[in-house]
């Protein structure tokens, strides 16, 4: 979607801000034990008390409040009877729609204890993710965002994940502009015009270029295997730069 006017503004800040807190939350909760599901009631709690619906279920059925994906899993992960273990790398997104406006956020966690190497790469896919923010504003080119996190991923040597893209938001969860690469893309001519909303959601790994499907219809696992975590927020193209809507407060 692109903001027209003040009121678009405040409603899609609102339901970022409630994405962000029910993410937040969700992350502080965390532990070992735990099933994925059990985690998922949390989101739901505080999404139903706000007074927002869960984008995945309203938009797609999906079977779950929010996206669970531990370890091999990266992305959709169905929340269930799987207990999160010390040690586990655990993705959780928040997308939630409420007086029509959607926005969409994301982080991933390391459950203590966890090698020097994924605590890196939780660090620095929060990098990333801020290396592509910051080439967000009205007029500049979208192929910039994958080409900034691209350089970012190379020079730190890790691998990003090639088709799962950034994508717009705000009306519904998935909208123009669609499939907008958090890689390099030469491809990519099109630009960003005044108010246009949309994620910056890279997927950077320890080896991982793909995304597979599994044996259900959603969970999608990394390949090659490879811990890989994903950072998102939702965020406006304006001409004084990047407008975040899905801060909490703590940065995730």
């Keep these: 979607m692109t903001i027209s006017d003040d009121n678009d503004l405040t409603r899609l800040k609102e339901i970022g801000r409630i994405v ?3 993410l937040e939350a969700m992350g502080k909760a965390l532990e070992p ?3 994925t599901s059990e985690l998922d009631q949390i989101g739901r ?3 139903d008390a706000a007074g927002a619906r869960s984008a995945p279920e309203l938009a797609y059925d999906f079977p779950g409040a929010t996206c669970i994906s531990v370890n091999e899993e990266i992305a959709h992960g169905i929340p269930g009877e799987r207990r999160i273990a010390r040690g586990d790398l655990v993705n959780i ?3 939630a729609e409420k007086n029509g406006f959607f926005a969409d956020t994301g982080a991933s966690f390391a459950v203590p204890p966890v090698t020097r190497a994924v605590e890196r790469l939780c660090r620095d896919g929060r990098r990333a993710m801020w290396t592509g923010l910051r080439q967000v504003g009205a007029g500049k080119p979208i192929a910039g965002i994958g080409q900034a996190i691209g350089t970012f991923a190379r020079k730190n040597g890790y691998s990003l994940v090639r088709n799962l893209a950034s994508h717009g938001v705000g ?3 998935h909208e123009e502009p669609t499939e907008i690469a958090t890689w390099p893309d030469r ?3 099109r630009v960003m015009s005044e108010g246009l909303v949309f994620t910056v959601e890279p997927f950077l790994s320890l080896g991982a270029e793909w995304a597979q499907d599994g044996d259900d219809p959603w969970t999608l696992y990394s390949s090659p295997e490879a811990p890989t975590v994903q ?3 939702t965020v406006i193209a304006t001409r004084g730069g990047p407008v975040i809507v899905t ?3 703590s940065g995730l």
Excluded: P
Aim: net charge negative; no cysteine; charged share 15%.
């Design 20 to 22: 962000a807190i029910t």
């Design 33 to 35: 034990g735990m099933t």
């Design 45 to 47: 709690t505080l999404l």
């Design 93 to 95: 997104d928040v997308s």
């Design 171 to 173: 009306l519904s969860l």
């Design 187 to 189: 491809s990519e001519r």
């Design 231 to 233: 950072y998102e927020h």
């Design 247 to 249: 801060l909490a407060g």
